[in-house]
């Protein structure tokens, strides 16, 4: 079966100008959650969301944002874009509803955003 | 606060074990996991524990103390292809939809 896909796999953007990045999850899975991944500060979490509903959220500015659709794909957004925003953008997808649990979430090969 | 801590790197020998110990905490538990990457790509899941004990998965094996806020992943009969980033997770948050990540422990398999 076709895994997550994020699309697209690499970005290149201008200081100030904003983005948005998408995330197609594992069929049936309704769980979608987003990382960012950095050398220096790791995977951070950014926010999940559940029937398109952000559940749970991380420590980013509002300059992060995103949404899921009802057939469950899901976008993330960052605006003025700073230097700092160059990282990985991960995004995962779970079968269970109450977080990843014994299924795991299952993690796309993601989005490198560089910001220049 | 929201602390993982997981050695930065390890080096192992083909053929045999290794332990890689996580020690966390978090303000919320909604199990641990284990991950591996390696370079360029993305998370793999390797094991998930909610309960006190060892869940064992073929050359996998993973245990968690709650009470001590302690968890380890053993890798046994290594092999070169074992060479990656292990990572550790706490599911926390609204249905333990939030994963907190360490850093992540760098293992270098050597022949």
């Known amino acids: 079966k076709a895994g997550v896909t994020q699309t697209p796999r690499y970005l290149i953007k201008t200081r100030g100008q904003q983005v948005t990045l998408s995330c197609s999850p594992i069929s049936g899975h309704r769980s979608v959650s987003w990382y960012q991944q950095t050398p220096g500060q790791g995977l951070q979490f950014l926010f999940e969301y559940f029937s398109e509903t952000q559940r749970n959220k991380g420590n980013f500015p509002g300059r992060f944002s995103g949404r899921q659709f009802s057939n469950s794909r899901s976008e993330m957004n960052v605006s003025t874009l700073e230097l700092g925003d160059s990282a990985l953008y991960l995004c995962a997808s779970s079968l269970s509803s109450t977080g990843g649990q014994a299924y795991g979430y299952t993690f796309g090969s993601g989005t490198r955003l560089t910001v220049v | 606060g929201q602390n993982i801590d997981q050695p930065t790197e390890m080096t192992a020998t083909e053929g045999a074990i290794v332990q890689i110990n996580c020690t966390y905490q978090t303000s919320g538990f909604n199990g641990l996991f284990w991950y591996q990457q390696h370079a360029g790509e993305a998370p793999t899941f390797l094991s998930y524990n909610v309960l006190d004990g060892l869940e064992e998965k073929g050359r996998f094996s993973s245990f968690l103390s709650r009470s001590k806020g302690y968890s380890y992943l053993l890798l046994k009969e290594l092999q070169m292809k074992d060479s990656a980033s292990y990572l550790c997770?706490?599911?926390?948050?609204?249905?333990?939809?939030?994963?907190?990540f360490g850093q992540g422990t760098e293992l270098s398999v050597k022949p």
């Open positions: 997770a706490v599911g926390s948050g609204n249905q333990g939809g939030k994963l907190i």
